[in-house]
């Protein structure tokens, strides 16, 4: 075959193909047709294994304009085929019982994590992501608990085994609490710091309160003259948008290594508002931790302590979730259970 019959033999497939197609009216045809002009055995994919007999100065211009030839007869039968779904579509019987398909809605904790971001933004924090298989140095280290301090049994971790220790930020560890993101923060940008971290966290843990694999949200604000009352300020402002406008937000001395003075932040109990019921015993329940972020702690992001000063809080989003007005779940564990039952509910 020379360069003429090949481009002959082209032109007499469009030829054909254009008068067929013109009589086409049902998918099955369509297919056929398909089948017939671009499947394996069509004349045409018979022409392109021919190619490599032809003059080798030929073959780029004949291969070129067979491709182009088998592209135009694909987007025919495209657009042939979505008319033909489009009268198809219309011949449907409206008064036929309909299939309705089942419709999903996120998760439980995807919704509190929109609802809780949200809250955020509003004043100004924004999001960021730091990793969930994390060093030891940014959950523990740079957070002034060092090597063997029995502050870090608190967090009771999971450690990686076969990943190589480094030098300078020891062991890889699932990270226990958001908190590691803190100094992460603060070696990325310069204050103002307004961060809100959310992520997974993991901790060796399982009952009606915990669930190995928990979500918590952090806040870090690092600037001049930040001080307690902007902490509880922004505390009281979250616990009445996502608790509601009768919930009241309490801190409560409490020790934790990287804040001083440091706290355990309580919300009015939702039943009795405070006055002391069953569930709350005292009229608070416990929601979180937070304090000034410790001196030694801003070292680490290379932060002057002696001009910048900020403050930190933790939270658990699972729990402040359960603890919300209107959603009683008495075990975290069916969170994670992926019942559809269960799931659908919220
Ligand atoms: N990381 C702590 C925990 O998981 C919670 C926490 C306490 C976070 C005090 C803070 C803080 O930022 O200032 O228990």
């Not at 045809?29 to 294994?49: E, P, W």
């Not at 140095?137 to 450690?159: C, G, I, Q, V, Y």
């Not at 992520?199 to 001049?224: A, N, W």
Request: aromatic share 12%.
């Amino acid at each position: 075959m020379n360069k003429q019959d090949f481009i002959n033999s082209i032109n007499d497939i469009r030829k054909n193909f254009e008068s067929e197609i013109s009589s086409i009216v049902s998918y099955d045809d369509l297919k056929q047709l398909k089948s017939k002009y671009i499947g394996r055995s069509s004349a045409l994919n018979n022409l392109l294994c021919q190619i490599k007999y032809l003059p080798i100065d030929v073959r780029a211009e004949c291969g070129s304009i067979a491709n182009t030839c088998k592209h135009e007869i694909e987007s025919k039968i495209k657009v042939l085929y979505d008319e033909l779904c489009y009268k198809t579509d219309n011949l449907i019987d409206p008064t036929a019982n309909p299939h309705k398909l089942p419709v999903g809605h996120q998760h439980f904790t995807t919704r509190a994590i929109d609802e809780i971001t949200e809250i955020f933004e509003r004043i100004g924090f924004y999001r960021v992501r730091y990793p969930e298989v994390e060093w030891d140095w940014f959950a523990f280290e740079s957070l002034n608990m060092p090597k063997d301090h029995p502050a870090r049994d608190e967090w009771e971790t999971f450690f990686i085994d076969n990943i190589e220790v480094n030098e300078k930020y020891g062991r890889r560890i699932l990270t226990p609490h958001t908190s590691s993101g803190q100094v992460r923060e603060m070696l990325r940008v310069k204050p103002p710091i307004r961060m809100i971290n959310i992520s997974k966290c993991y901790r060796r843990q399982i009952d009606v309160s915990h669930t190995p694999m928990f979500h918590q949200f952090e806040g870090l604000v690092i600037d001049k003259g930040v001080n307690i009352s902007h902490l509880k300020g922004v505390l009281d402002y979250f616990v009445t948008n996502f608790f509601g406008n009768n919930r009241k937000a309490r801190i409560r001395p409490y020790h934790f290594r990287f804040t001083e003075p440091s706290f355990e932040v309580d919300v009015s109990c939702g039943i009795c508002l405070g006055e002391g019921c069953k569930l709350c015993k005292n009229g608070w329940l416990e929601i979180g931790g937070a304090g000034m972020v410790h001196p030694v702690v801003l070292q680490f992001g290379n932060i002057d302590p002696n001009e910048y000063s900020g403050f930190a809080f933790g939270f658990g989003i699972e729990r402040n979730y359960m603890m919300k007005s209107g959603i009683s779940v008495d075990d975290i564990r069916l969170i994670y259970q992926n019942d559809i039952r269960f799931l659908t509910q919220f």
